[in-house]
């Protein structure tokens, strides 16, 4: 290569968005533009008291899936829930959503009728609808969608507004993402031989399967917040694991955390296949990724309604920003926690395998 030409993947992921971010800083800025790149989704406003959400995000076959392993239906769940996941992280409710679609030609008809069925389920679950897109061929299956949300100006909750003293929280269970993909990684190795005819076996540990192939955003937990008259200080969703997603949040909102590991949610079938492996399951939900469930602060004052909530748990503390990230755990005591989720073009090659956890040429992510 040239010298005069930089290879992307010195800068990785979180330096690629930095870079173009700063490329892009001139621009003259909209009045209703409330935030732009860094945080889950943009926000704008488009009434008095009303805001709106948008983002995108891409699922690529041999980046993100691999054809074989992932029924279409639910690929094409999974490409919606993604992008939820991200809409709801600011408190906000999905409308429309419009996609990209870049389609091999060894595609079958049915197939897409699949992919088009999952959609279909997503919208329908989620309350929202798919207004339109763009068709492509592509040499690999290429989905990229944008969502818009709805949300009060008031209810608005960005990655940036947690405070020292708040407690820090997640929904559901953690790591069962990752335990899936580790099934499915498994189960492709002892099977691929049998090649094409090989179905997957989507019976045996199907929750944590199910938590990698066909994830739910948690839209359901923004309305119990509402419910329960909880307003998040500060909110993100788990793509990349809860140890890069505090990093984010403490980041943004200038401040340091600290997570009790001993906290961390599990579901027992996510503790059966870390077992099965003789993994760390704690390795699982800090660095594994793809939970898609909420990561978020609230003040003290609102931490009786957190824990009268089911499905929430408290797993951690904000504090001043010179404390840094850190894990507690009784055997270890505090200890820096690294942000070392799945990146892509991660310029240290730190990825999931660092902390006993097998390559993914799915990614991680
Ligand atoms: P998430 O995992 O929540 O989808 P990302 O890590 O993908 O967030 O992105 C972080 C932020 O960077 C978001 O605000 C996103 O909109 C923005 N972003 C990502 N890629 C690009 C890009 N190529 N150009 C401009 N902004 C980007
Ligand atoms: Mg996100």
């Given at each position: 290569?040239?010298?005069?030409?930089?290879?992307?993947?010195?800068?990785?992921e979180?330096?690629?968005?930095?870079?173009m971010?700063?490329r892009l800083?001139?621009l003259?800025?909209?009045?209703?533009?409330?935030?732009?790149?860094g945080?889950?989704?943009?926000v704008?406003?488009?009434?008095?008291?009303?805001?709106?959400?948008?983002?995108?995000?891409?699922?690529?076959?041999g980046?993100?899936?691999?054809?074989?392993?992932?029924?279409?239906?639910?690929?094409?769940?999974?490409s919606?829930?993604?992008?939820?996941?991200?809409v709801?992280?600011?408190?906000?409710?999905?409308?429309?959503?419009?996609?990209?679609l870049g389609?091999?030609?060894?595609?079958s008809v049915?197939?897409?009728?699949?992919?088009?069925?999952?959609?279909?389920?997503?919208?329908?679950?989620?309350?929202?609808?798919?207004?339109?897109?763009?068709?492509?061929?592509?040499h690999?299956?290429?989905?990229?969608?944008?969502?818009?949300?709805?949300?009060?100006?008031r209810?608005?909750?960005?990655?940036?507004?947690?405070?020292v003293?708040?407690?820090?929280?997640?929904?559901g269970?953690?790591?069962?993402?990752?335990?899936?993909?580790?099934?499915?990684?498994?189960?492709?190795q002892?099977?691929?031989?049998?090649?094409?005819?090989?179905?997957?076996?989507?019976?045996?540990?199907?929750?944590v399967?199910?938590?990698?192939?066909?994830?739910?955003?948690?839209?359901?937990?923004?309305?119990?917040?509402?419910?329960?008259?909880?307003?998040?200080?500060?909110?993100i969703?788990i793509?990349?694991?809860?140890?890069?997603?505090?990093?984010?949040?403490?980041i943004?909102?200038?401040?340091?955390a600290?997570?009790?590991?001993?906290?961390?949610?599990?579901?027992?079938?996510?503790?059966l296949v870390?077992?099965?492996?003789?993994?760390?399951?704690?390795?699982?939900?800090?660095?594994?990724g793809?939970?898609?469930?909420?990561?978020f602060?609230?003040?003290?004052?609102?931490?009786?309604?957190v824990?009268?909530?089911?499905?929430?748990?408290v797993?951690?503390?904000?504090?001043?920003?010179a404390?840094g990230?850190?894990?507690y755990?009784p055997?270890?005591g505090?200890?820096?926690?690294?942000?070392?989720g799945y990146?892509?073009?991660?310029?240290?090659?730190?990825?999931?395998?660092?902390?006993?956890?097998?390559?993914?040429?799915?990614?991680?992510?």
């Amino acid at each position: 290569m040239s010298e005069h030409f930089t290879p992307v993947s010195t800068l990785g992921e979180f330096g690629i968005i930095q870079r173009m971010s700063d490329r892009l800083v001139d621009l003259p800025r909209s009045s209703g533009l409330i935030e732009g790149i860094g945080d889950d989704a943009a926000v704008y406003k488009v009434s008095e008291g009303t805001l709106h959400v948008i983002t995108t995000d891409a699922l690529i076959e041999g980046v993100h899936f691999d054809r074989t392993f992932i029924p279409m239906s639910f690929l094409g769940f999974k490409s919606i829930s993604v992008n939820v996941s991200d809409v709801v992280a600011m408190n906000a409710k999905p409308l429309y959503a419009t996609i990209a679609l870049g389609i091999p030609r060894n595609m079958s008809v049915e197939m897409l009728d699949g992919l088009y069925d999952g959609i279909k389920m997503a919208c329908k679950k989620y309350g929202m609808e798919l207004v339109g897109g763009d068709t492509t061929t592509a040499h690999a299956l290429y989905i990229s969608i944008t969502v818009v949300g709805e949300v009060a100006e008031r209810d608005v909750v960005f990655r940036r507004g947690a405070n020292v003293g708040d407690f820090l929280c997640v929904t559901g269970d953690v790591g069962g993402a990752y335990a899936g993909l580790k099934v499915l990684l498994d189960q492709r190795q002892a099977l691929k031989d049998l090649g094409e005819d090989y179905e997957p076996d989507l019976e045996a540990l199907q929750y944590v399967i199910q938590r990698q192939l066909r994830p739910n955003a948690r839209l359901d937990m923004i309305e119990a917040f509402k419910k329960a008259g909880i307003r998040p200080t500060s909110m993100i969703d788990i793509s990349d694991g809860i140890a890069s997603e505090v990093h984010h949040i403490a980041i943004r909102s200038g401040v340091g955390a600290t997570v009790r590991i001993p906290a961390l949610p599990f579901d027992p079938e996510t503790r059966l296949v870390a077992d099965q492996f003789m993994d760390d399951i704690d390795a699982y939900a800090l660095f594994g990724g793809e939970d898609y469930e909420l990561l978020f602060t609230v003040d003290p004052s609102e931490v009786s309604k957190v824990d009268a909530l089911e499905g929430v748990s408290v797993i951690g503390n904000i504090e001043e920003a010179a404390r840094g990230v850190r894990a507690y755990s009784p055997e270890t005591g505090l200890l820096p926690l690294h942000p070392a989720g799945y990146q892509h073009f991660d310029p240290n090659e730190v990825n999931p395998d660092d902390f006993d956890l097998p390559p993914s040429k799915n990614g991680a992510k």
